[in-house]
């Protein structure tokens, strides 16, 4: 296929989908190899409700291979972190983005269990954005974004927001993302974003499904000593450098402490939650002068104390 502008920037945006789908999770739990895997996780009436389509492993990244209920409850257990998160600060959400939302792994949680919620997603792969405004439910609005930092909603606009395995492929202007966040954040404002850290480094082994693109790269021995250590603040280990979204990004936390936290407040670090990457739990700082405010917004008028 010939290459358009779009790809430079974007995954996907010229090709027209074709999309097969599988049945809802709950015809999926007895074949699942790993369903014990989720014996702790009430997710009972959670399955009862959701009767929409899976995605077919082609087309959510591969996540969970051909174990399809443990695809959808892994999304189910990141949706119950992020909810009881946001009570352990007492903070109130109404309205959510799942920035790199994929083909809507967790934003299909938000959307069929808590519907009060105002959810929406966005991915730079035009496949996933139409996989998920196909087939997941009407209250949820998907759209496509790109790897220039700017997301179009509202300032303030946001309760919550969270980036899986988006920071851990940003090789550039991470910074700008982080203060394009605090515009979109509410005072008080939550982001989950998950990163991998020198501490991932160190754990990882040839089970994880991220040593074979780390040590297969190129440059891996030359930037990386014996012990997995290596200089400056990040490693970034890009495979094609004329796209978007083709390099692994791994950063050390003082770095992650003393950049990220001028930006954001860093209220929580979390090693390897709940399996392979690190959370970073952020927080939109409040001023101290304690306005109160009404701002109208994409998800209607809303009242922020500030």
């Not at 082609?58 to 996540?63: L, V």
């Not at 998907?142 to 969270?162: E, G, M």
């Not at 670090?269 to 927080?283: E, T, W």
């Amino acid at each position: 296929m010939q290459k358009t502008w779009e790809d430079s920037i974007t995954l996907n945006s010229a090709v027209e989908p074709t999309f097969e789908v599988l049945s809802p999770a709950a015809s999926h739990f007895e074949s699942d190899s790993r369903k014990g895997t989720w014996d702790t996780l009430n997710f009972a009436k959670a399955l009862k409700k959701d009767t929409y389509p899976l995605p077919m492993t082609k087309d959510r990244e591969g996540y969970y291979g051909e174990d399809h209920f443990s695809y959808w409850a892994s999304g189910l257990q990141d949706t119950q972190m992020l909810l009881e998160a946001t009570a352990t600060y007492n903070h109130k959400v109404e309205s959510y983005l799942d920035f790199g939302c994929a083909s809507g792994r967790v934003i299909r949680h938000f959307a069929i269990q808590h519907p009060e919620i105002r959810t929406c997603g966005c991915d730079i792969n035009r496949l996933h954005v139409e996989w998920c405004n196909t087939y997941l439910p009407s209250n949820c609005i998907v759209f496509q974004n790109h790897s220039i930092p700017t997301i179009p909603l509202p300032d303030a606009s946001l309760d919550l927001i969270s980036a899986f395995s988006v920071f851990t492929h940003t090789d550039a202007m991470e910074t700008t993302w982080l203060m394009e966040i605090v515009r979109l954040l509410r005072p008080g404002g939550l982001a989950w974003l998950t990163v991998h850290t020198d501490g991932t480094l160190h754990d990882m082994d040839k089970n994880w499904p991220l040593w074979k693109p780390t040590m297969d790269h190129p440059l891996a021995t030359k930037l990386l000593d014996g012990k997995r250590n290596f200089d400056g603040d990040r490693i970034i280990l890009r495979w094609h450098p004329d796209a978007s979204y083709s390099s692994n990004v791994f950063y050390k936390q003082a770095y992650i402490n003393k950049v990220w936290g001028r930006i954001l407040n860093i209220v929580e670090f979390r090693r390897r939650c709940p399996n392979f990457q690190d959370v970073v739990l952020v927080q939109k700082p409040v001023d101290v002068a304690g306005r109160a405010y009404r701002q109208k917004t994409a998800f209607g008028d809303q009242h922020f104390q500030v």
